[in-house]
């Protein structure tokens, strides 16, 4: 049995004989997560958790994180980085953290993290290959199973400084290649277990947040007397009460926290798509969230929405267009604003820079 020290000098020569660079975070001037959630959680704010799998995303994550000077963690599902290509995204990463300096940012505090990592290999792959954080997501695993794997991980992941985000519960919705129906609440009687057996940086729960622009279906929600608009289940604070009672001060993570704003929406359905009763976590929740020991909020599907909303609308008004930079530009600006939204008035993590 090959040691981890041995298996690296192994891997460092594939690389090599591939002609592909093993590379450290820390050589793309990446940050880990772990001083900025120490902060966040003291502070009473949480962290953006953008995903990205394209240059104007990108682009509009660094603009709205650094013109705000806010940490920020730059997300990359499985499905990102097979569509974005995994070499070409370590020096988009690196690019980020030039533009965030060219933007104002001596010391920018940029996290490349992999998002529901799904295999030791793939976590393994992106240690490798200069990510500074790995989720692996074992929630779907017997719970024997899911401490087993999360504990090789990190067992591999802390030897080169990055960290390590594991899944406790069920989040209904589409993740990556899982879906699940139904979600199933954290146990808050198995925390203390799973984190000290793992060696986990952070916990990602599940307290009624869920995947995509469709979390809720119309009949677990009421209905707004005045708008007819849908208006879903409150998240369990019980459960993240719980969570927190028996991991005083740990990190917390909150996945499926996009809230779908109505406008984006509305935008999309008026200039020709169909998105029937979509619905998000309204803000004010993940506003008192961001309060507690929650201090990595996950957005994704409010970029795709504001970044469609953006691009119907160029096309419905300009039926000629055939330019990408004069929808992909609006569509920037939209997710740069919504970003922006998101930092000050739900995290709060502006002006929160070491
Ligand atoms: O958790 C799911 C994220 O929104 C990533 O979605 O797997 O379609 O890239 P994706
Ligand atoms: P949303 O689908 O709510 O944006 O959640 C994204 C997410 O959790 C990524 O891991
Ligand atoms: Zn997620």
Wanted: hydrophobic share 40%.
């Amino acid at each position: 049995m090959l040691n981890l020290q041995s298996q690296r000098f192994l891997d460092r020569l594939f690389f090599k004989y591939n002609k592909i660079m093993a590379v450290s975070y820390k050589d793309l001037g990446l940050v880990n997560t772990r001083e900025m959630f120490k902060r966040a959680i003291n502070g009473g704010y949480a962290i953006p958790a953008f995903n990205f799998n394209n240059m104007e995303q990108l682009q509009a994550i660094i603009k709205a994180s650094s013109e705000l000077k806010s940490p920020v963690i730059l997300q990359v599902s499985k499905g990102a980085r097979n569509y974005a290509n995994q070499t070409l995204l370590r020096y988009m990463a690196q690019g980020a953290v030039e533009y965030a300096k060219e933007l104002g940012c001596a010391r920018p505090e940029i996290v490349l993290h992999l998002d529901h990592g799904d295999s030791f290999e793939i976590c393994k792959s992106c240690v490798d290959f200069g990510f500074s954080s790995v989720m692996i997501d074992g929630s779907a695993l017997p719970y024997e199973e899911n401490i087993a794997l999360t504990k090789k991980v990190v067992d591999y992941a802390h030897q080169f400084d990055v960290s390590v985000e594991g899944e406790l519960g069920v989040l209904a919705g589409v993740e990556d290649d899982v879906v699940a129906e139904v979600s199933h609440y954290t146990k808050p009687e198995e925390v203390i277990d799973f984190a000290t057996r793992t060696g986990v940086d952070s916990l990602a729960i599940s307290i009624g947040t869920s995947h995509g622009a469709y979390k809720f279906k119309p009949e677990q929600c009421t209905r707004d007397p005045k708008t007819g608009k849908l208006v879903p289940p409150p998240l369990a604070f019980d459960v993240l009460d719980a969570v927190m009672d028996k991991l005083p001060g740990f990190p917390i993570v909150l996945h499926g926290s996009s809230s779908v704003p109505q406008e984006y929406v509305d935008m999309i359905n008026e200039n020709g798509g169909k998105l029937p009763d979509a619905v998000g976590i309204p803000e004010e929740q993940l506003r008192k969230a961001s309060k507690s020991a929650v201090c990595k909020i996950n957005i994704d599907s409010d970029s795709r929405l504001a970044f469609t909303a953006a691009v119907r609308k160029v096309f419905a008004d300009k039926p000629g267009e055939f330019d990408p930079r004069k929808f992909c530009g609006p569509a920037r600006d939209e997710m740069e604003k919504m970003y922006k939204h998101k930092i000050v008035d739900v995290l709060a993590s502006d002006n929160k820079l070491a």
